[in-house]
């Protein structure tokens, strides 16, 4: 059975930092890109951050290039996303993608 489980959400100030962690198993993990969505109250599901599978290869959102940092360590199944420089409009819930399926998500608020 496939499980991706995401931690590391919370309520941050802007300016902040916070790392998720999605934590995978029930598939050959260092064999399959991995990827990062977001959604946001009212709005679509967006891609933020994708990372191949050997980890040497990754690509961002414009609206997160140079705060967010994607990374994966295959010997852990787990990929992390290392989010700097938070701003009010990174508030979403965000979620794991990987080998088709998605984590529950994790929500990150970013306010004062």
């Known amino acids: 059975q496939v499980q991706l489980v995401e931690s590391g959400g919370g309520l941050v100030q802007p300016g902040g930092s916070l790392r998720l962690s999605c934590a995978a198993s029930g598939f050959p993990f260092s064999s399959y890109s991995m990827t990062w969505y977001r959604q946001a109250p009212g709005k679509e599901r967006e891609l933020v951050a994708h990372i191949n599978s050997f980890g040497t290869s990754t690509i961002y959102a414009n609206s997160v290039k140079g705060r967010f940092n994607i990374s994966r360590d295959n010997a852990k199944n787990t990929v992390y996303l290392q989010m700097n420089s938070l701003k009010p409009e990174d508030t979403a819930v965000y979620y794991c993608?990987?080998?088709?399926?998605w984590g529950q998500g994790t929500q990150v608020t970013v306010s004062s």
């Open positions: 993608n990987g080998y088709a399926n």
